[in-house]
Structures are given as structure tokens and as C-alpha cells.
């Protein structure tokens, strides 16, 4: 008898078409939301790291402005705030900007704070001329504050010369050693501002302010902050100091300066970038009389409609910042929004202004605004 052959039943390996397709289908879903959730993490970060960035941008420009205000004023020992004299030898110099721009102006305006309000680029220049057309964005406020700065320059020479003097390698070092730098020495009354290079005369003349005891009154570096908004961070026109289409590659960022007073000239220095606006607004102490309480009664944008001394009442600033992202953000739209920069419940600032830039409505905005003291001018009158 033949054996029996044994049957045995094999299973096929692999999937069914079925199979196949409810396999590629949840992988495709779940590819599909993997990238989304990298999208939006990547997406999530960049506007976590543009407002990061319009954060301290705002925050660096306060800063400057809050320490150039609080110092406003300070010219000594003067009790009061004062209207400086020019020494006349002074009188004869220039202050410059790059260029050879007269900024005069600014050096002789008797109060330690002015300011001027929603400027345009075509009239800085006639205001003040150490500012360029080209590196004025309209309308902006212009800030402008004057101090003392830095420790009093000694003079007599300490230790005292046997010798003349007039260098910084001999180890004693005078006010005559700063020739061409501008310097404010007070006594509780008047004050002058000289070049370092005329006080030996200013002494000879008994011209300059002394102490009860008969001692020379300290002296102290004299400077001028200039605040306005350039509409470039890198200008590369003119030798590298006029703004053009074509800086930050072709994609100008406009830029919180300030000019300041280096031996006789002006110099722009970059601050914060991304700064669209700035607005300065004044608070006044309209209290009747030479003193007040030292406590802003109203903010205005120009004191003297208050009283025509107004700018010697100013008390406090607030100062508004509108600051945009560094790039703009494909797919975001700012036209639904308006910006109030002054508090008087009219929009200063829409994307779609003039002069904004073509992808303007991209870039996302923040209002920042402090309101500072200005503590040796509210002091003098009573705060």
C-alpha cells in the first residue's frame, strides 16, 4: 500500500492592496502633522523672537533717552536752571557735523531741554542744520538735552606744575590739555560755556565763577544729545554717513540716533534699530510764578502754548516709541491697525502712510512709551 502524502497548507507572506493602502494613508497623515507642528513651532519662535527683539530694541532707546533726560540741567553747582553764556572765543566757533553742517544753534539755546514735534525731512535742515535731509525719517519728534557729563576736570593742575603744561604725557593733566573741548562752569547764579583752550585767559580776566571760599568752581565737559529717528541703520551714501535706498540690503531700517558733541563736532551714533516712530510729548507745571511744586499739569507737544516761558516749565517728558519686527512676516496684515502715539485719540501711524515702504503692511508693531523725570529741572521747582 502506497503512503499517504501529507497536505500542508502554507500562508502567503505580505499585504493585501487593502492593507497597503490603510498603511500609506495613517503614514501620510501622520508625515503630514509632524511637519505642521514643525511649521508652526518655526513659526510660533520667529514671532516669539521678533517680539523678543522689538522688546529690547524699545528698551535700549528708552534707556538712552531716560539717562540723557535725567542728566538734563546739570551744569554744577548752579541753583537754578540757567541760561549758560557763550564765551566769546566760542562764540566764533562752529559746532559742525559731518561735513561741516553749522549746528550753532544748538549749542546757544538757552534751556536744557527743547524739543521739536512731527518734524518732515525737507524742514529739519533749516532748523537744524547739523541734521541731513537723507538721514531724517518724517514726522518724528527731535530731542535735544544739555548737561555737564563725566567727573569735573581739575584745575589748578593737581599735583601742581612746576612747569608748563599742555600735554597728556606728563602725567598732569589740565583743563588746557582738552583745547577744543567744550566745557560749562557754574556758580549758584550764572555759568559760562568755553572751549578748554581759552580758561587760562577767562581766569586772567577774572571772568570765570568761583566758590565762597574764593576756589574755583569745579568745571565740567559740556554735552548736547541730539534724538531723532534715521531712516537707515547703515547708511553707505556720502562716505558711509547718508542714508539711500539701497542700505541694509535694500531694505532700509529705520534707526533711533543720537548726535552728540564730540570736541567741536557732532556725531551720529546708531542707537535701536526698528524704531518707526518716536514722539516726545511734554509735561508742564503751569503753576503761576518762577516755581512750582515741580509736577506736570499737562502734557503738551510745544510748552510755549502753555505759558511763554513754557520749555523752563517742563518737568517730565513721555516719551512713545512705535517699533516694528527686524523682517517682515509672509502672510501678516497690519492695515487693520492704527497707532495713537500722543494720547490725543488720533491715529499718528498706519501702515499704509506714505513712505512706509512697499511691504510696510508685513511687519508686525508694538507701542512702547515712559514717561521720565527730569529730575534737576522738577527738583528746582519744588519736586
Not at 539755546?109 to 525731512?121: I, K, R
Not at 515702504?357 to 529741572?377: D, P
Request: glycine share 10%; charged share 15%.
Amino acid at each position: 500500500m502506497r503512503p499517504r502524502h501529507l497536505l500542508v497548507a502554507v500562508r502567503n507572506a505580505g499585504l493585501t492592496l487593502v492593507e497597503l493602502l490603510v498603511a500609506l494613508s495613517i503614514g501620510l497623515f501622520l508625515t503630514l502633522g509632524l511637519f505642521l507642528m514643525m511649521s508652526d513651532s518655526s513659526r510660533t519662535f520667529k514671532i516669539q523672537d521678533d517680539f523678543a527683539r522689538m522688546q529690547d530694541n524699545a528698551v535700549t532707546a528708552l534707556r538712552y533717552v531716560n539717562e540723557s533726560a535725567r542728566h538734563a540741567g546739570f551744569y554744577g553747582i548752579a541753583a537754578e536752571t540757567l541760561t549758560l553764556n557763550v564765551y566769546s572765543t566760542l562764540g566764533g566757533v562752529n559746532i559742525t557735523a559731518a561735513g561741516g553742517l553749522n549746528c550753532g544753534t544748538v549749542l546757544q539755546s538757552a534751556v536744557p531741554v527743547f524739543g521739536y514735534h512731527g518734524q518732515t525731512a525737507a524742514g529739519i535742515n533749516g532748523l537744524l542744520p547739523c541734521i541731513r535731509t537723507a538721514n531724517f525719517r518724517d514726522p518724528s519728534s527731535v530731542l535735544i538735552t544739555r548737561m555737564g557729563s563725566g567727573f569735573p576736570v581739575p584745575d589748578p593742575p593737581i599735583p601742581p606744575a612746576t612747569t608748563g603744561d599742555g600735554n597728556l604725557t606728563d602725567g598732569i593733566v589740565t583743563i588746557a590739555d582738552y583745547a577744543t573741548t567744550v566745557f560749562v562752569q557754574t556758580d549758584a547764579n550764572a555759568g559760562w560755556v568755553f572751549l578748554g583752550n581759552d580758561y587760562a585767559a577767562m581766569r586772567a580776566a577774572s571772568q570765570h565763577k568761583t566758590l565762597h571760599n574764593g576756589a574755583d568752581a569745579p568745571i565740567f565737559p559740556f554735552q548736547m544729545h541730539v534724538y531723532y529717528v534715521r531712516p537707515c541703520s547703515r547708511p553707505t551714501g556720502g562716505g558711509g554717513t547718508t542714508c539711500a535706498a539701497t542700505d541694509d540690503n535694500g531694505n532700509p531700517v529705520p534707526t533711533l540716533v543720537r548726535q552728540e558733541l564730540l570736541g567741536t563736532t557732532m556725531v551720529e551714533r546708531p542707537l535701536a534699530e526698528g524704531i518707526e516712530r518716536f514722539v516726545v510729548t511734554y509735561g508742564v507745571d503751569v503753576d503761576p510764578g518762577p516755581a512750582g511744586d515741580g509736577i506736570a499739569d499737562r502734557y503738551v507737544t510745544d510748552p510755549t502754548t502753555v505759558a511763554a516761558d513754557g520749555w523752563a516749565r517742563v518737568v517730565t517728558i513721555r516719551v512713545a516709541l512705535l517699533v516694528r519686527s527686524p523682517t517682515p512676516v509672509t502672510g501678516y496684515d497690519d492695515q487693520s491697525k492704527a497707532y495713537d502715539l500722543n494720547g490725543d485719540g488720533v491715529a499718528d501711524f498706519r501702515c499704509t502712510d506714505a513712505g512706509a515702504g512697499a511691504r510696510a503692511c508685513e511687519y508686525k508693531r508694538a507701542l512702547f512709551s515712559q514717561v521720565i523725570q527730569l529730575r534737576n529741572l522738577a527738583y528746582r521747582r519744588g519736586a
